[in-house]
């Protein structure tokens, strides 16, 4: 009862209230390697000079490649972006908080290393992107003029021909896309893909199967190339980053007008006060676009020169600007300076600044009253921000410096506030973390005229639902998603998001098997069907599709479950119909011994272990049944070290990353699954029985003191198959990039005891050893 009139007394004092956030920091682009040409431009369209392997690409650069040419980039949060040939991208916003290297290399990097905000534009071509795990806080977004495309964690190509539209393809977890002119998001799991045509009519369709081969390939060889950069050097990147921001925000260009000369004629009052400066201007039949808006789209870089044509795109080094109109352009926003220079007598540094917002004589002299911080601060807002704040009479040098001391986020917050309530909270200066620790957008949304909620004592049923569902997010740390509750409820908590938010809470808690507690098993449909456990719905997906599970399942659901050494708890949750038996986890999900499990009902079941973290077995557990099958799975790297498994019929393993086995026993009468949505790398592997039918699947398999049962049927498919249709790659002096899409027995391999390091000894004794391509939608 304390927390909830600590609450209402809270809500009854705002007007507005802000979530976390963290102080803005610049995110890196790192050149990791590019071949043909390449070319950097920076706003003007001003060919700039190359960025060699290791350097920083300044975020204001868009980047350019050339006819049969790419270039591979990291950013600082452990993403990878190709930029294939013919292709035009820039970076927009990249914000990342700033994160303890601990010594680490990008490989060893599972998730990104700090929350992070980036915003791609894609003007042309097609990126291949693969991203670590997201934070549920961070928002990853790729926007092109027929749409954008929102990522969680994933990997997949966009690609944009403006006379074909856009071809989206999917081959690790979900991303959103939102057609041109908004609309609800489209979510494209993996194994989909997606078809939008120049008018923005949208088609969903398979993966593309050659362009599923080029993603995993390209990703593969840029994991090569980076996978061994130090974190340290990521990490000075950002700092270099920053350092060079603020550098460019503290320069402020002096007006460019000859003094002796009289400006030209004003436009039209509303233009002025519209735009500052006139939109269009014709040159030759074509539209200029001021230089304010070729900073958000820079011009086409094909030449269109009469008699040249330039292949690759870019233009060469010896052009100065990319838009033809760019001296027009720049007289009409001179224009513009000159004319409110006239009107208000000032004449300074800000002066050229200013012309790009379009403001009114009264905005332009309350922003010389801000202080020079408060100059500088406003000056980097959107413009419909800083006209919206000029334009408020109470918003004062003092209101400003308040306004500009709470991180980016928290003013997103009192932005969204009117403005008489923006600045009865910016006067009240209240503290920014008691705001982080008790304010939701919840309570925003309670806080606008009219909904300030009653005593709870005299609340309505649903009012009293949506408090204690507020107060049950926040005690099991899951506060963020009522900000998502309201948003996807259009700003007004509905019954079924409050249902949808009641079932996240019984789900997304850290839970023990095995403990004193009873946890309470529901249906497979309910659970997966939460818009809060997507990611491990989408690997149940995956697991169906795989045919590894099917039917109803009863899911133990949590967001961390820790499963106790030889937890007896296992043999009550199953019968009742269901064919499986889940345990699940949206963060990680540990196994920390022996676990034994029997069925006694005479079906034909399955445990399922699955996370959308990391899956985790101590080492030196054994993991058996005699009664029932064996599902391990994760949407992350898995890593299985000195495990037995012994299951009835069908054992399975599956990582939609990278699955590493080190000195694994497995045990089972009909088929044995190993896969990988990318590597697979084995050291050690013994089946201690005469499994009939073994299946090993990878982008790239790497294979050491492994011995196949002679009389086992074993298909090993990767993404190119077998050299010559038949063979793996022998030896360990392969090169690393001949490695890639291959089966690769790099050391003692073996069938039936008898060594298959060549050729052959592989005729002879690989008989029943068959190696194929993978065999995707």
Same mark, same amino acid.
Request: include cysteine.
């Given at each position: 009862?304390?927390?909830?009139?600590?609450?209402?007394?809270?809500?009854?004092?705002?007007?507005?209230?802000?979530?976390?956030?963290?102080?803005?920091?610049?995110?890196?682009?790192?050149?990791?390697?590019?071949?043909?040409?390449?070319?950097?431009?920076?706003?003007?369209?001003?060919?700039?000079?190359?960025?060699?392997?290791?350097?920083?690409?300044?975020?204001?650069?868009?980047?350019?490649?050339?006819?049969?040419?790419?270039?591979?980039? @990291?950013?600082?949060?452990?993403?990878?972006?190709?930029?294939?040939?013919?292709?035009?991208?820039?970076?927009?916003?990249?914000?990342?908080?700033?994160?303890?290297?601990?010594?680490?290399?990008?490989?060893?990097?599972?998730?990104?290393?700090?929350?992070?905000?980036?915003?791609?534009?894609?003007?042309?071509?097609?990126?291949?992107?693969?991203?670590?795990?997201?934070?549920?806080?961070?928002?990853?977004?790729?926007?092109?003029?027929?749409?954008?495309?929102?990522?969680?964690?994933?990997?997949?190509?966009?690609?944009?021909?403006?006379?074909?539209?856009?071809?989206?393809?999917?081959?690790?977890?979900?991303?959103?896309?939102?057609?041109?002119?908004?609309?609800?998001?489209?979510?494209?799991?993996?194994?989909?893909?997606?078809?939008?045509?120049?008018?923005?009519?949208?088609?969903?369709?398979?993966?593309?199967?050659?362009?599923?081969?080029?993603?995993?390939?390209?990703?593969?060889?840029?994991?090569?190339?980076?996978?061994?950069?130090?974190?340290?050097?990521?990490?000075?990147?950002?700092?270099?980053?920053?350092?060079?921001?603020?550098?460019?925000?503290?320069?402020?260009?002096?007006?460019?007008?000859?003094?002796?000369?009289?400006?030209?004629?004003?436009?039209?009052?509303?233009?002025?006060?519209?735009?500052?400066?006139?939109?269009?201007?014709?040159?030759?039949?074509?539209?200029?676009?001021?230089?304010?808006?070729? &900073?958000?789209?820079?011009?086409?870089?094909?030449?269109?020169?009469?008699?040249?044509?330039?292949?690759?795109?870019?233009?060469?080094?010896?052009?100065?600007?990319?838009?033809?109109?760019?001296?027009?352009?720049?007289?009409?926003?001179?224009?513009? &300076?000159?004319?409110?220079?006239?009107?208000?007598?000032?004449?300074?540094?800000?002066?050229?600044?200013?012309?790009?917002?379009?403001?009114?004589?009264?905005?332009?002299?309350?922003?010389?009253?801000?202080?020079?911080?408060?100059?500088?601060?406003?000056?980097?807002?959107?413009?419909?921000?800083?006209?919206? +704040?000029?334009?408020?009479?109470?918003?004062?040098?003092?209101?400003?410096?308040?306004?500009?001391?709470?991180?980016?986020?928290?003013?997103?917050?009192?932005?969204?506030?009117?403005?008489?309530?923006?600045?009865?909270?910016?006067?009240?200066?209240?503290?920014?973390?008691?705001?982080?620790?008790?304010?939701?957008?919840?309570?925003?949304?309670?806080?606008?005229?009219?909904?300030?909620?009653?005593?709870?004592?005299?609340?309505?049923? +649903?009012?009293?639902?949506?408090?204690?569902?507020?107060?049950?997010?926040?005690?099991?740390?899951?506060?963020?998603?009522?900000?998502?509750?309201?948003?996807?409820?259009?700003?007004?908590?509905?019954?079924?998001?409050?249902?949808?938010?009641?079932?996240?809470?019984?789900? +997304?808690?850290?839970?023990?098997?095995?403990?004193?507690?009873?946890?309470?098993?529901?249906?497979?449909?309910?659970?997966?069907?939460?818009?809060?456990?997507?990611?491990?719905?989408?690997?149940?997906?995956?697991?169906?599709?795989?045919?590894?599970?099917?039917?109803?399942?009863?899911?133990?659901?949590?967001?961390?479950?820790?499963?106790?050494?030889?937890?007896?708890?296992?043999?009550?949750?199953?019968?009742?119909?269901?064919?499986?038996?889940?345990?699940?986890?949206?963060?990680?999900?540990?196994? $920390?011994?022996?676990?034994?499990?029997?069925?006694?009902?005479?079906?034909?079941?399955?445990?399922?272990?699955?996370?959308?973290?990391?899956?985790?077995?101590?080492?030196?557990?054994?993991?058996?049944?005699?009664?029932?099958?064996?599902?391990?799975?994760?949407?992350?790297?898995?890593?299985?070290?000195?495990?037995?498994?012994?299951?009835?019929?069908?054992?399975?393993?599956?990582?939609?990353?990278? @699955?590493?086995?080190?000195?694994?026993?497995?045990?089972?009468?009909?088929?044995?699954?190993?896969?990988?949505?990318?590597?697979?790398?084995?050291?050690?592997? $013994?089946?201690?029985?005469?499994?009939?039918?073994?299946?090993?699947?990878?982008?790239?398999?790497?294979?050491?003191?492994?011995?196949?049962?002679?009389?086992?049927?074993?298909?090993?498919?990767?993404?190119?198959?077998?050299?010559?249709?038949?063979?793996?790659?022998?030896? $360990?002096?392969?090169?690393?990039?001949?490695?890639?899409?291959?089966?690769?027995?790099?050391?003692?391999?073996?069938?039936?005891?008898?060594?298959?390091?060549?050729?052959?000894?592989?005729?002879?004794?690989?008989?029943?050893?068959?190696?194929?391509?993978?065999?995707?939608?």
């Amino acid at each position: 009862m304390k927390k909830i009139k600590v609450l209402f007394h809270v809500l009854l004092l705002l007007h507005a209230c802000c979530l976390w956030s963290q102080e803005k920091q610049e995110g890196a682009l790192i050149m990791i390697s590019k071949e043909g040409e390449v070319g950097f431009f920076d706003a003007d369209g001003t060919r700039m000079a190359e960025v060699k392997a290791g350097g920083l690409i300044p975020r204001t650069y868009t980047i350019v490649t050339g006819a049969n040419s790419q270039m591979v980039g @990291l950013l600082s949060n452990g993403t990878l972006v190709t930029l294939v040939e013919k292709t035009k991208m820039r970076v927009k916003t990249f914000d990342q908080e700033p994160f303890d290297p601990k010594g680490k290399k990008l490989k060893d990097l599972e998730e990104e290393p700090s929350v992070s905000k980036v915003e791609l534009e894609l003007d042309i071509g097609s990126l291949i992107v693969s991203t670590k795990k997201l934070d549920r806080h961070s928002i990853f977004d790729i926007r092109s003029s027929l749409g954008a495309a929102g990522i969680r964690g994933t990997e997949f190509q966009m690609a944009l021909d403006p006379s074909q539209g856009v071809q989206l393809d999917v081959t690790e977890s979900i991303v959103a896309f939102t057609p041109p002119g908004g609309g609800q998001p489209i979510a494209v799991s993996e194994g989909r893909g997606l078809s939008v045509s120049p008018t923005g009519a949208v088609t969903q369709r398979p993966v593309n199967p050659t362009v599923a081969r080029q993603i995993a390939t390209t990703i593969e060889v840029a994991t090569l190339q980076s996978e061994d950069l130090s974190l340290n050097e990521v990490s000075n990147a950002m700092e270099q980053a920053a350092n060079e921001a603020d550098a460019s925000a503290e320069e402020n260009p002096k007006a460019q007008e000859d003094s002796k000369s009289e400006p030209e004629e004003e436009a039209p009052r509303e233009e002025r006060e519209e735009g500052g400066s006139q939109e269009d201007a014709k040159e030759q039949g074509g539209e200029v676009a001021p230089a304010s808006d070729r &900073e958000e789209s820079n011009s086409q870089l094909d030449s269109e020169s009469e008699g040249s044509e330039v292949e690759s795109g870019i233009p060469p080094a010896g052009d100065a600007k990319m838009d033809s109109g760019y001296g027009q352009g720049a007289a009409l926003e001179n224009n513009a &300076e000159l004319s409110m220079a006239r009107k208000t007598g000032k004449v300074d540094e800000y002066t050229k600044a200013l012309a790009q917002f379009g403001l009114s004589v009264d905005q332009t002299l309350r922003f010389y009253s801000l202080s020079p911080e408060g100059k500088s601060r406003i000056l980097r807002e959107a413009k419909p921000v800083v006209a919206r +704040l000029l334009a408020i009479r109470e918003f004062g040098p003092e209101q400003a410096d308040i306004f500009f001391r709470y991180a980016e986020g928290t003013r997103e917050k009192i932005l969204g506030l009117e403005n008489g309530a923006m600045v009865a909270l910016i006067n009240q200066r209240i503290d920014e973390d008691l705001l982080a620790e008790s304010l939701t957008k919840m309570n925003l949304e309670f806080s606008k005229p009219g909904n300030l909620p009653r005593d709870p004592a005299g609340s309505d049923a +649903l009012e009293k639902r949506k408090l204690t569902l507020g107060e049950d997010l926040i005690r099991y740390g899951n506060e963020k998603l009522m900000d998502e509750l309201v948003a996807m409820s259009g700003g007004s908590l509905s019954e079924e998001w409050l249902e949808a938010g009641e079932l996240a809470v019984q789900i +997304l808690r850290d839970k023990t098997l095995g403990g004193p507690d009873y946890i309470e098993a529901l249906g497979s449909a309910e659970v997966f069907g939460n818009t809060f456990y997507t990611e491990v719905a989408d690997l149940y997906k995956q697991l169906e599709l795989d045919f590894l599970v099917s039917g109803d399942s009863q899911v133990i659901a949590a967001k961390n479950l820790l499963v106790l050494d030889n937890a007896q708890a296992l043999t009550p949750y199953f019968g009742e119909g269901a064919q499986s038996m889940v345990l699940s986890a949206s963060e990680d999900l540990e196994i $920390t011994g022996d676990l034994n499990w029997e069925v006694t009902s005479g079906q034909e079941v399955r445990l399922i272990m699955m996370s959308a973290g990391k899956t985790k077995i101590k080492p030196g557990a054994n993991l058996s049944s005699v009664t029932s099958d064996l599902v391990i799975s994760s949407r992350e790297h898995l890593t299985i070290e000195q495990v037995k498994m012994e299951v009835a019929q069908e054992l399975a393993i599956r990582s939609l990353r990278d @699955l590493e086995l080190k000195n694994v026993t497995i045990g089972a009468n009909a088929l044995a699954t190993i896969k990988a949505r990318r590597d697979l790398n084995v050291d050690g592997l $013994t089946f201690n029985r005469d499994v009939s039918r073994i299946v090993m699947e990878a982008t790239t398999m790497r294979l050491r003191n492994v011995d196949f049962p002679a009389f086992s049927t074993v298909q090993l498919n990767s993404l190119k198959g077998g050299i010559d249709g038949r063979y793996p790659n022998f030896g $360990t002096a392969i090169p690393a990039a001949s490695q890639i899409g291959r089966v690769n027995f790099i050391e003692n391999v073996k069938s039936g005891g008898n060594l298959i390091m060549n050729r052959a000894s592989f005729d002879q004794f690989g008989q029943n050893i068959n190696i194929g391509k993978i065999n995707r939608p």
